[in-house]
């Protein structure tokens, strides 16, 4: 799976759009882009995953650029309870044995503050 | 769907002592994963099964270690001989689906403590 590269941590204020970029310039044309966050002491937490299109849900938006080398994961209205470790996994959507596990780096802790 | 449990959350054992965790995945998921985490880590990939084969294990995965998924439903991860570097968050995941359908749901986590 490719690697990626993620800024150590991130601030936001309250009710602005949280932007949370992630590099991941070796992807292969078959890896997904997910993202899943962790709160403090719980298990990692879905968000949202893409291809090549962007995506929305009612957690958050994902923008893949062009050449899918980077993406961005949108909040559009941070709250206090979107503190967290934000991860952005690249996973292969198929082939081998192994293709299911994600491989979690350092992530960025987004704090949003009032 | 209660989504994934985990028993217990937490546990202390003394160095030397055999632990085991549950995981009970999203019904009806037919592949279900391990994963370790410690502090101030990302969690990593420990081994997963798909029904109940064991498909892949991690060399993270030590001969103290075995995890087991009798009749494809929950599973159980055994640490044998606990050391002091087995302290960590344990993790279960569940997923249903290939490919671009596949997203692993986490369990709250198991997290252990050798003294």
């Known amino acids: 799976d490719a690697k990626t590269t993620q800024p150590p941590s991130m601030d936001c204020a309250e009710g602005r759009a949280a932007n949370l970029p992630c590099n991941h310039s070796?992807?292969?044309?078959?890896?997904?882009v997910y993202w899943y966050r962790q709160i403090h002491s719980q298990g990692p937490q879905y968000i949202i995953h893409g291809l090549k299109n962007n995506e929305t849900n009612e957690m958050a938006s994902l923008i893949i650029t062009e050449d899918r080398k980077s993406s961005t994961l949108i909040l559009p209205h941070a709250t206090l309870r979107d503190t967290a470790v934000y991860y952005c996994?690249?996973?292969?959507?198929?082939?081998?044995?192994?293709?299911?596990?994600?491989?979690f780096g350092q992530g960025t802790i987004l704090t949003v503050h009032p | 769907d209660t989504g994934v449990s985990q028993d217990p959350r937490h546990k202390i054992t003394k160095r030397g002592q055999n632990v085991t965790f549950r995981c009970d995945p999203i019904s009806e998921h037919n592949r279900l994963y391990w994963y370790r985490q410690t502090l101030g880590q990302g969690p990593e990939f420990l081994t997963y099964f798909q029904n109940e084969a064991q498909l892949e294990k991690s060399r993270l995965l030590s001969d103290r270690f075995s995890a087991e998924r009798p009749k494809g439903s929950f599973s159980t991860l055994e640490i044998q001989r606990t050391e002091q570097g087995d302290s960590a968050m344990y993790l279960c995941a569940s997923s249903q689906g290939w490919g671009g359908q596949e997203t692993q749901y986490f369990g709250p986590g198991t997290r252990l403590l050798v003294l």
């Open positions: 070796t992807i292969s044309g078959n890896e997904y």
């Open positions: 996994i690249v996973r292969a959507n198929a082939g081998g044995t192994s293709y299911g596990k994600l491989t």
